[in-house]
């Protein structure tokens, strides 16, 4: 630590939060000294990766909208 | 440390909802949907779109809302308009490749031929990433 340095206490209100912050360490701009906050819902990874039935994704296959979007 | 970020665009999103990649694609994409996952504002609209089922409806809702969803800034305006004056895309992949550029995040996509040439833009595609 320098005398420069600041120690701020900060709440994160968003996870979107988050990555902002690593990346600013990762900059060596801040340092997380603590983190205390227990992640409270599961992850996004387990929140959405499988959750679309093939059934679903077989019907909006036709669907016209889809033509149109990338890698269809 | 890899602090690349990542856009990730609708036909990868869907893939992804419905586990269609190869598992080293699901596993690369469970990494960057779990850093909080950055859409164009063209994919957010284009799912919206889709003709999806009412019950399914919240899954997709929920992920736009989870996502962080790059407006159409000036600055993407910009470099929208120099990728049109110099490659021939469609407006909404042009849209979708300036966001990338602009915020030097990779681009994760399917579709990687009409962005192959474009200046700053790195491209990477889940359904071929290999492990050695």
Redesign the interface.
């Known amino acids: 630590m320098t005398p420069s340095d600041h120690i701020i206490i900060i709440q994160i209100h968003n996870?979107?939060a988050?990555?902002l912050i690593k990346?600013l360490e990762?900059?060596e701009l801040i340092t997380i000294l603590e983190e205390n906050v227990q992640p409270a819902k599961p992850?996004?990874?387990a929140?959405?990766?499988?959750?679309?039935?093939?059934e679903?994704?077989s019907?909006?296959q036709t669907?016209q909208?889809?033509k149109?979007?990338?890698?269809? | 440390m890899d602090t690349r970020q990542y856009i990730i665009d609708t036909g990868i999103i869907l893939d992804y909802l419905s586990a269609r990649l190869p598992e080293n694609g699901m596993d690369f994409l469970d990494t960057v949907i779990n850093a909080i996952p950055n859409i164009s504002i063209i994919t957010k609209i284009e799912i919206q779109s889709l003709p999806i089922p009412e019950e399914y409806t919240d899954l997709l809702n929920n992920f736009l809302r989870d996502a962080i969803v790059l407006d159409l800034s000036n600055n993407v305006s910009k470099n929208c308009v120099l990728i049109n004056q110099t490659h021939t895309l469609d407006i909404t992949q042009a849209i979708v490749a300036a966001t990338a550029v602009t915020y030097s995040y990779t681009l994760v996509t399917n579709a990687t031929k009409p962005y192959a040439k474009i200046r700053g833009l790195n491209v990477i595609n889940p359904w071929e990433i290999f492990v050695h």
Do not use: C, F, N, T
């Open positions: 996870e979107k988050m990555p990346q990762s900059l992850s996004l990874s929140k959405y990766r499988g959750k679309l039935p093939a679903v994704y019907s909006i669907s909208i889809l149109q979007i990338d890698g269809y």
